[in-house]
């Protein structure tokens, strides 16, 4: 197919991610692409993947169903995207249409903003080059024999793929069981020139990509195309089952990235870490361990069973966090020890302090959450309630059952409801 060039490209990648619908099975005020897994919107895998790839030079997100909601937040996370906006929600070739004037680079890989699960190395193995000249454009298949509403990779009788049929309209024909993932390839300019030629489908009144390739096929270019044995991968994002099935694959993806940098994880399946956490090596997770987004934990640390670790804690090296312990917004120095159902809220507690069992910092005044400083070696009975703002110095020690209101000098020894001085003894360090 000769193709008259309108735009001089450049030589690289350029991706465009879709991202414009509104994603109605969802049933939310959300726009799809931002409902979350794993302490991250949907898309943000999806750009996390491209960016990874080092032959795509430039992104670009296709805005539409509250576009303003979704470019911020991307731009949290990802700040060198291009966003376009699709005017018109009429269909994924028109979204498409709406980027090809900001497309730089001779070559385009198309996306799904509501598909997190593909990973960095097929869109590499995508963009590894065309085997013949005559090629223009590759699909990414998979083989899934269990229901699904994915579009069918139809092929000629020399096996090239020829087009991609929806499964209601092959209702009643034998078809194989191969795919469309939603993810191509192709020479841009060629991709240009076959977009004006889409027509409207009857039906829907959408323009959809999916047609382009029977459009390719019939002007003699051919049509390549990557299948992956990991059907997971292609697998979107269409309604709340889809999420949960989403979430679960992508757990035991970032589960099993830890165990492969040295975190003993003691069961997988029931530890529960999102995106974007840090545990150090030699550090044992036992099941039922909650972490979410942003804690940073050190070292030879031990966490669980039963705990929620929450945004904004920072854990340091060797630390013992037990059962059924919650900790928010506090930074757990080296060497504590926690070890039986506590709250540690808005807390800063220094190295080789002892919380006894049952401790519950009262960080919530009705108004304001106010801080806590735990100075080293101090000594936290069972069942204290430390009401903040308020400080324990260094070697202090509260009694069991006390009610703490007031800072407590070094040294000193408080028990009662409230805490008054007992005694005080002699610190070192």
Do not use: W
């Not at 750009?47 to 030079?57: G, P, S, Y």
């Not at 002007?219 to 390549?224: L, M, R, T």
């Not at 050190?298 to 059924?324: E, W």
């Not at 808005?346 to 919380?355: H, M, Q, R, W």
């Amino acid at each position: 197919m000769k193709v008259k060039r309108i735009n001089s490209y450049k030589e690289g990648v350029s991706a465009v991610v879709l991202a414009a619908g509104k994603g109605r099975r969802m049933k939310s005020d959300l726009p799809k692409v931002l409902h979350q897994i794993k302490g991250k919107p949907i898309i943000y895998y999806v750009l996390k993947e491209l960016t990874a790839v080092k032959k795509v030079k430039q992104i670009i997100v296709v805005l539409g169903h509250q576009s303003s909601q979704v470019r911020e937040a991307v731009l949290s996370d990802f700040k060198g995207v291009e966003f376009v906006l699709q005017t018109e929600l009429s269909g994924t070739a028109s979204a498409v249409k709406s980027a090809q004037k900001r497309i730089r680079y001779n070559k385009v890989i198309v996306a799904c903003g509501d598909a997190p699960l593909v990973k960095s190395k097929t869109f590499s193995a995508m963009l590894s080059g065309f085997k013949s000249r005559k090629s223009k454009a590759r699909v990414l298949t998979a083989c899934i024999d269990s229901k699904n509403e994915l579009g069918v990779i139809i092929r000629d009788d020399k096996n090239a793929v020829c087009r991609i049929s929806e499964r209601a309209v092959l209702a009643g024909k034998t078809v194989n069981n191969e795919v469309n993932s939603g993810v191509y390839f192709f020479d841009t300019a060629t991709l240009v020139d076959c977009l004006s030629r889409i027509s409207v489908n009857s039906v829907t009144k959408e323009y959809f990509l999916t047609d382009v390739i029977e459009i390719f096929y019939n002007h003699g270019a051919s049509i390549e195309s990557l299948k992956i044995k990991d059907y997971r991968q292609i697998l979107g994002i269409n309604d709340r089952v889809d999420l949960s099935a989403g979430e679960k694959i992508m757990q035991l993806r970032i589960n099993q990235s830890f165990m492969e940098k040295g975190v003993t994880i003691i069961d997988p399946q029931t530890t529960f870490i999102e995106e974007g956490a840090k545990i150090g090596v030699n550090s044992i997770i036992y099941p039922f361990t909650f972490i979410e987004k942003g804690v940073i934990i050190g070292r030879n640390c031990s966490l669980g069973p039963f705990i929620h670790v929450r945004v904004g804690t920072k854990i340091k090296d060797f630390a013992q966090l037990g059962n059924f312990l919650e900790i928010s917004r506090s930074i757990i120095g080296n060497g504590v020890k926690a070890k039986h159902f506590s709250y540690l809220g808005d807390a800063e507690i220094e190295e080789n302090v002892n919380i006894g069992a049952g401790t519950v910092i009262a960080n919530f005044d009705g108004k304001n959450k106010n801080k806590t400083v735990i100075e080293k070696n101090a000594f936290i009975g069972s069942n204290t309630v430390l009401v903040a703002p308020l400080k324990v110095c260094q070697g202090a020690m509260t009694g069991a059952g006390s009610v703490v209101t007031k800072d407590v000098n070094a040294g000193e020894v408080v028990l009662g409801v409230p805490a008054r001085v007992y005694k005080r003894v002699k610190t070192s360090g």
